[in-house]
């Protein structure tokens, strides 16, 4: 009898979207490097990056300048060229600790508990009264 969908083990927990969310890449054993690159898509167990070099599967890493200015540890879960002749490779980064860190809403409903982005207030945004930028005082 030929197996079905419904038989088989889910591979992936949370459907990938694809999403440009610039980030940086650090090495915390080996070799010490550290990328700008951005995502190409997401999930909530990782992301796929584009990167101007392979990296080794297993290799830690940090992934800083999340939205939100998270950073979290991460694993290189896979490298590929892009494609035939690109200089580009893409890169399977596995989250260690499973999340939205990516701040994406909404999402899609297989995302289950992580559909809720962190709650967060970006450092360069302060609260501005409307009579500070009228530059009246509020008295």
């Not at 440009?20 to 999930?43: D, K, W, Y």
């Not at 709650?119 to 930028?133: A, C, I, Q, R, W």
Request: with cysteine.
């Amino acid at each position: 009898m030929a197996s079905t969908a419904i038989n088989q083990p889910q591979r992936r927990l949370g459907t990938r979207v694809r999403a440009q969310i610039p980030v940086r890449i650090t090495s915390v054993a080996g070799e010490i490097f550290s990328l700008s690159c951005h995502t190409l898509m997401v999930n909530p167990q990782g992301c796929g990056v584009r990167s101007p070099r392979p990296l080794e599967k297993g290799l830690q890493l940090r992934i800083e300048d999340l939205p939100g200015r998270g950073v979290t540890a991460a694993t290189v879960a896979c490298t590929r060229p892009m494609e035939e002749g690109s200089k580009y490779w893409i890169v399977g980064i596995a989250l260690e600790a499973p999340g939205n860190l990516w701040c994406m809403a909404p999402v899609p409903p297989d995302w289950g508990t992580y559909t809720a982005p962190r709650k967060f207030l970006p450092m360069s945004v302060k609260y501005v009264g409307e009579d500070s930028l009228s530059g009246k005082s509020a008295s």
